[in-house]
T-cell receptor, first 110, second 113 residues
Framework: RKEVEQDPGPFNVPEGATVAFNCTYS??????FFWYRQDCRKEPKLLMS???SGNEDGRFTAQLNRASQYISLLIRDSKLSDSATYLC???????????FGQGTTLQVKP | AAGVIQSPRHLIKEKRETATLKCYPI?????VYWYQQGPGQDPQFLIS???????DKGSIPDRFSAQQFSDYHSELNMSSLELGDSALYFC????????????FGDGTRLSIL
């Protein structure tokens, strides 16, 4: 079983839709969590950090459920520019190396 | 704001050649990580340095070595290159190594012919 698991999708949604991605992690000692966005052949870019129960930034909301070892990312009012791969990332508690989920692909259509 | 700088952006090599990838972290960041991303794969951790000392090692072949210099920049040296080494190589930096967010460079696309 991978340490960080995501549904790879793809998720095809119309503009304006609300879409949610789920992620599960195996290390119950993990303290911080990240969502990164990666466009094709580009570098991962930090979207949100989650340290407690959740975080909100504009149209993006991340929620953490420690009991279920589950993180979610909610995108409201989807834009065409939101089309990308969203990576659920958990740093190793010892050295901080990032452990990536396989990514969830989002395609927002007009 | 200054970002992580990697060079070169693209590199084409032949089998059994050597390559050196460079990474300049964000100013004042003391930790550097190297990741390899193959086509259709998620990034895989190779090696990291904190305050110029190796802090962790992942799935890095023995043919590869890396170091962090006194100015905190890092170099990844790759020898006896194989076709399977073709990938995107990302460097990321952070302030501290305790699970802080990492900021990635644009990557080096390495192609082995």
């Amino acid at each position: 079983r991978k340490e960080v698991e995501q549904d790879p999708g793809p998720f095809n949604v119309p503009e304006g839709a609300t879409v949610a991605f789920n992620c599960t992690y195996s290390n119950s000692a993990s303290q911080s969590f990240f969502w990164y966005r990666q466009d094709c052949r580009k570098e991962p870019k930090l979207l949100m950090s989650v340290y407690s129960s959740g975080n909100e930034d504009g149209r993006f909301t991340a929620q953490l459920n420690r009991a279920s070892q589950y993180i979610s990312l909610l995108i409201r009012d989807s834009k065409l520019s939101d089309s990308a791969t969203y990576l659920c990332v958990v740093p190793s508690s010892n050295t901080g190396k990032l452990i990536f989920g396989q990514g969830t692909t989002l395609q927002v259509k007009p | 704001a200054a970002g992580v700088i990697q060079s070169p952006r693209h590199l084409i090599k032949e089998k059994r050649e050597t390559a050196t990838l460079k990474c300049y972290p964000i100013p004042r960041h003391d930790t550097v990580y190297w990741y390899q991303q193959g086509p259709g794969q998620d990034p895989q951790f190779l090696i990291s340095f904190y305050e110029k000392m190796q802090s962790d090692k992942g799935s890095i072949p023995d043919r590869f070595s890396a170091q962090q210099f006194s100015d905190y920049h890092s170099e990844l040296n790759m020898s006896s290159l194989e076709l399977g080494d073709s990938a995107l190589y990302f460097c990321a930096s952070s302030l501290g190594s305790g699970g802080q967010p990492q900021h990635f460079g644009d990557g080096t696309r390495l192609s082995i012919l």
